[in-house]
């Protein structure tokens, strides 16, 4: 099931299904009080800055991702940098929520027509973790089966958020050939309810119940964005420390946009990426909790610099990782590939000249064309399909 960009009307239903879940979450007055503070910003500011980089400002000195964004691509952008900079996390939390994200897709699905959806999908809730399975067929045995975790800063985010680049996968895995391909997004604790390691034991409880399923871990491709993908990469470090696991390990990791380093020097900031690095400095530190320090390699996998470890915690046909050249998060993620590469494992790389975080995962909303939207989802499937028979 794929469905076309976001549009005006879209955004309009999202925030009428958001002000009812802000009320009862947030209260009125919280609420309020921050609208208020974004006031200069939303009336003032981003018109100011949006016209002048557009229209005052020459080709070559525009921001890589200005020179290549839609006027709509870019207006969304900027909202979304300024929201990450100053929204505290309790707000953001709401906005990603199950509540509000559920409803809009289902206004989604019937203004495209959709009654239901073709792929089916229903909640798991087992002692020690919770998700959501994907599948087409729940009767016949899945020929492929993806673990995502979704992103969020450990703090905000939801399944249901992640829901249509979710369905637009499995659609894309079956055209391309696989009978029943399935998917299980982990629900993992978000932070202040939990902090490390929690969100890591959660989503090994998750990796066991995906390959009862699946049978053969060959047949697992684990995944994730942002620090959704850093809960794998912990994942699969634990796993290469326990040789009873080791065994077990998935044919294949792709990570998108990775939040390799949770705080380190070489995140930094830059003039298109919407995340900053101050932010995720304070959301990493809050996921990472009291008990163990910022650099412990479990909590922030880039301070892992064992090759030997990297080689074992490496899926049967390696890894694949694509991200945007512009991101906070990029040199992060090209030290790791480099390291990878020196443990002597397979590596894929997909990084986007130009590209911000998380774009395969934005451009399915913003994208203007097809060809646009699908193009990171249709590199995954071209992966998926050589590594996973």
Known sequence: MILTQISYLDCLVFLLLLAPQLLIHVGL??????????????????????????????????????????????????????????????????????????????????????????????????????????????????????????????????????????LALVTLLKDSGYQNPSLFTLEYTLVPDAVYPTQVQQAFAGYQYVLSIARDPLKICVGGDSAGATVVLSLLLYMADHSTYRSRLPGLAMMISPWVTLVSENNRNTTSDYLNKESLDLYGRQYCGSKVLIDDPMVSPGHCKDLKKWARATPTNGWAFLFGSEEVLAPET?????????????????????????????ALYLGESRDERLKGLRDMVDLLRRKIK
């Open 29 to 166: 007055w919280r609420t309020a009080r921050w609208l208020v503070g974004a006031l200069p910003f939303l009336a003032i500011k981003l018109p100011l800055h949006f016209v002048k980089e557009r229209f005052f400002t020459s080709f070559q000195n525009r921001s890589p991702f200005v020179q290549q964004a839609t006027l709509f691509q870019d207006l969304v952008v900027r909202c979304v940098r300024y929201a990450f900079a100053s929204m505290p996390a309790y707000l953001g939390r709401v906005f990603f929520s199950k509540a509000v994200a559920l409803p809009f897709l289902r206004f989604r699905m019937l203004r495209h027509g959709y009654l239901q959806s073709p792929i089916t999908w229903h909640e798991v809730n087992k002692d020690g973790f919770r998700g959501v399975w994907l599948t087409y067929d729940q009767s016949r045995q899945p020929d492929i089966v993806i673990y995502y975790c979704h992103g969020g800063g450990f703090s905000m985010g939801s399944s249901y958020f992640y829901m249509e680049f979710l």
């Open 334 to 362: 090209r030290a790791l590939i480099s390291l990878l590469k020196k443990s002597g494992v397979e590596v894929h790389v997909g990084e986007e000249k130009g590209g911000i975080h998380a774009w395969p995962v934005a």
